[in-house]
């Protein structure tokens, strides 16, 4: 369950490409709209990380990953239904943010689940090997 969260932060940074004429065909954005389209989410998830790192050392690394992912499908179903440009740049940005929650928490919580030093080595192995191949 962790490694497909990280999967699916992963893969949203990047699939957002493949959909440009889509989107320019259906929303019509301007130059600087569609770079923020495609940018705004990177931003904002790497911006974040380290505070949502610290709110999940205070809140709870399992809250922060559950508010993390209803976050996430609530913007993920905006982005998929905006009507306009901004709006999907709004529910990129608040992709970014619920992004943001979750890959710490899903590291937080590896750390702890695995006292083991070979298991929890292997954890964080597939748990890179899903950052990267969602990439």
Do not use: C, K, N
């Not at 699916?8 to 490409?17: C, N, P, Q, W």
């Not at 709209?33 to 705004?40: A, E, N, T």
């Not at 750390?111 to 298991?119: E, L, P, V």
């Amino acid at each position: 369950v962790l490694a497909l969260a990280l999967l699916l932060i992963s893969v949203d940074a990047t699939v957002l490409d493949l959909a440009v004429p889509a989107i320019s065909a259906h929303l019509a954005p301007t130059t600087p709209q569609l770079l923020w389209i495609i940018d705004v989410y990177s931003f904002v998830l790497a911006g974040l990380l380290v505070t949502m790192g610290t709110v999940g050392d205070r809140i709870g690394r399992r809250r922060l990953l559950l508010i993390g992912a209803a976050g996430f499908a609530l913007a993920s179903a905006v982005a998929a239904w905006a009507v306009s440009p901004e709006m999907l740049i709004a529910a990129r940005v608040l992709q970014g943010v619920a992004g943001a929650t979750l890959m710490p928490a899903t590291l937080g919580l590896i750390r702890s689940m695995f006292a083991d030093a070979r298991q929890r080595t292997l954890a964080i192995s597939v748990w890179g090997a899903m950052a990267a191949s969602g990439a």
